[in-house]
C-alpha cells in the first residue's frame, strides 16, 4: 500500500509481502487472518476517527496550525542573526522527536562544517543530565551567540528543571540578568506549572504546548517547531507533510497506511506471539527517528489496564537497530534466535548523497563485484537481502519506504506514526495518551533529593532496599 502521492512519487509506501503465510510459513498471516486484522483495524479506525470528531484528538489537528509555525519562523529569522548554537533542554518527548526530525534532515556533517558554512545554528539536545554529558553539550559554543530553549508541558520534569536553573544562573552569572532574555525561550503549558510561573515573573519569551497533546505527540507543536525552526529545518515542508498524513490517515482502511501498520503490528504481537518490534532504518539520518519511535510505541501501548479496567499488560517493545550497522550485531539472533520479533524495515529510494565505490582491484574476484558501484547502491541491496533472508529464516518483516529523506518525507512519516499508535491504542483497548507507569520511578527519587511532600517514598526505599542488602556483590 502506498500513501499519498507527491506528484508521481508518493511520500510512504508499506510492503507487507513478508508478513504473509505464503512468505514466511506459519509465523506469517494467512489469507482469513488478514481479513481479521482488516476488520479489527478498520473498527479501530473508526473509533478513532470519531473521537477525533468529537476533539478528542488535538495532535491529529497540529499540521492545520499555520499561526504557531509563523510564529516559530519569525522567532527563528529573528535569532539567527545573533545565534550560531541552540540548545534544547528536554527530555522524552520534549526531546526525541525534535533531534529525529533535526538528524533526519539536515546534513549529517553539519556540525562539523565551518562557522562561514553553516548559515543557521547549530542544533544540540540535551536530554540528558549526566553530568559530564551535559558539560559536553555546552563546550565549544560561545555563551553571547548561543540561545537555550527549556521544554516542559509539566514544567516540572526534574531533569529538564534543574538543567534550567543551572542555564538560567549561567546566564545571569556570565552575561547579566537583562541579557537573560536574549538567550532563553521557554515552552510550557499556557497556564500550569512552576516554569510558567517564572517565564511571567521574568518576563521570558514563551511559546505555549497546546493542551491535550501529550509529550510524545507533540513534536509538530512549537515543542518542535521552535527548536527545529531555529535550526533552520524548514518547518513549512514539515508540516506540508504531515498535512498530507493527516488527510491520509483521514480515509477509510482500505487506503490508510497508519491503520494498515497498525492492524499489521497489533495482530502480529496478539496472536502471532511477535512480543517486539524491530525498527531498522537502512540511513543513518534515521537512526534517531527509531528512538523517538521507540518512545512513542512503548510508552504509549505498555499499560497495565485497559479502559475498562480489565488488566492487559499490553504493548510490543519497539527496539532500535541501524542497518547495515546492526546487521553486524543485532541480526543474528532476529534469524536464529527466539522467534518472537517482527521487523520494521525503513529505507529510503534515493541518498542525498552519491559516494561512489572506486573500480579498482577488479583481480579478485572478491572486490570486483564492488567497484564501480556506490555505497547507497549497497546499502539498499543490504536491505532488500537482510529482508528476504529473514522471510526464508520464518522471520516476518515488512518495509515502508520513502523516496528521498527530507522534511516533507519525514512530516508525513511522524503524523503516519503517531496516528499508527492511537489506532494500536484502540486495538488493544488501552489509553494510548497516558504513562502512569513512569511515575513511580519520579516519586523516589523526589523522596530520595527531599522534595517536600514525598518523606513516604524515602522510607519506602530504604526498607525496600534493607531487605535486599545481601544480594550486593563485592
Ligand atoms: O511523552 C511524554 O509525555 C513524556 O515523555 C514527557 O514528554 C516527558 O516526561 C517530559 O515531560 P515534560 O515535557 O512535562 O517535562
Not at 470528531?53 to 499540521?63: N, Y
Not at 534532515?105 to 553530568?131: C, M
Not at 540578568?177 to 510558567?196: A, Q
Request: charged content about 25%; some cysteine; hydrophobic content about 40%.
Amino acid at each position: 500500500m502506498a500513501g499519498r502521492t507527491q506528484g508521481s512519487k508518493c511520500l510512504l509506501k508499506v510492503d507487507y509481502n513478508n508478513l504473509t503465510a505464503q512468505a514466511v510459513g506459519s509465523a506469517g498471516l494467512a489469507p482469513e487472518e488478514l481479513n481479521d486484522l482488516k476488520a479489527s483495524a478498520s473498527e479501530a479506525l473508526n473509533d478513532v476517527l470519531s473521537r477525533h470528531k468529537k476533539g478528542d484528538l488535538p495532535f491529529m489537528d497540529l499540521p492545520l496550525d499555520e499561526a504557531t509555525a509563523r510564529s516559530c519562523q519569525r522567532l527563528a529569522d529573528r535569532s539567527r542573526r545573533k545565534c550560531r548554537d541552540v540548545v534544547v533542554l528536554g527530555i522524552g518527548g520534549s526531546a526525541l522527536g525534535t533531534a529525529a526530525i533535526y538528524t533526519a534532515v539536515k546534513p549529517l556533517n553539519y556540525h562539523r562544517l565551518p562557522e562561514e558554512n553553516r548559515h543557521w545554528p547549530r542544533l544540540s539536545v540535551a536530554d540528558n543530565i549526566d553530568p559530564e554529558g551535559f558539560q559536553a553539550v555546552l563546550e565549544n559554543m560561545d555563551l553571547e551567540k548561543t540561545c537555550f530553549n527549556v521544554i516542559s508541558k509539566s514544567g516540572a520534569t526534574a531533569e529538564t528543571m534543574s538543567q534550567f536553573m543551572i542555564i538560567f544562573d549561567l546566564l545571569r552569572r556570565k552575561l547579566g540578568p537583562e541579557e537573560i532574555v536574549n538567550h532563553l525561550v521557554v515552552t510550557t503549558d499556557p497556564k500550569n506549572g512552576v516554569l510558567r510561573k517564572i517565564v511571567k515573573a521574568h518576563n521570558l519569551v514563551s511559546f505555549e504546548v497546546p493542551p491535550g497533546v501529550g509529550g510524545r505527540f507533540s513534536v509538530l507543536t512549537a515543542v518542535g517547531l521552535v527548536p527545529l525552526a531555529m535550526a533552520g529545518v524548514n518547518i513549512k515542508e514539515l508540516l506540508a507533510g504531515a498535512l498530507s498524513a493527516r488527510e491520509d490517515g483521514l480515509k477509510s482502511f482500505s487506503s490508510n497506511i497508519a491503520a494498515l501498520i497498525a492492524g499489521l503490528n497489533w495482530y502480529m504481537t496478539t496472536k502471532k506471539g511477535r512480543a517486539s518490534l524491530v525498527l531498522m532504518p537502512y540511513a543513518d539520518s534515521l537512526a534517531k527517528v527509531a528512538d523517538w519511535f521507540g518512545q512513542l510505541w512503548n510508552e504509549s501501548l505498555g499499560k497495565a489496564r485497559k479502559l475498562d479496567g480489565q488488566p492487559a499488560n499490553s504493548g510490543q517493545t519497539a527496539i532500535k537497530a541501524v542497518g547495515a550497522t546492526d546487521q553486524h550485531s543485532q541480526l543474528q539472533l532476529y534469524m536464529e534466535g527466539p522467534s518472537d520479533k517482527t521487523v520494521m524495515f525503513l529505507g529510503t529510494e534515493k541518498f542525498r548523497k552519491k559516494q561512489p565505490i572506486p573500480d579498482i582491484f577488479s583481480e579478485y574476484p572478491e572486490l570486483a563485484y564492488l567497484g564501480g558501484r556506490n555505497l547507497g547502491e549497497l546499502l539498499e541491496f543490504e536491505r532488500k537481502g537482510t529482508a528476504r533472508a529473514l522471510a526464508e529464516n520464518g522471520r516476518p518483516n515488512l518495509t515502508l519506504t520513502m523516496p528521498e529523506i527530507r522534511a516533507r518525507t519525514i512530516g508525513y512519516l511522524i503524523q503516519t506514526l503517531e496516528l499508527a499508535t492511537v489506532i494500536s491504542g484502540s486495538l488493544y483497548g488501552i489509553d494510548p495518551l497516558d504513562q502512569p507507569g513512569v511515575e513511580l520511578g519520579k516519586k523516589f527519587t523526589y523522596g530520595l533529593m527531599g522534595r517536600p511532600g514525598f518523606d513516604d517514598f524515602l522510607d519506602r526505599y530504604n526498607k525496600g532496599n534493607s531487605a535486599n542488602r545481601k544480594f550486593i556483590l563485592p
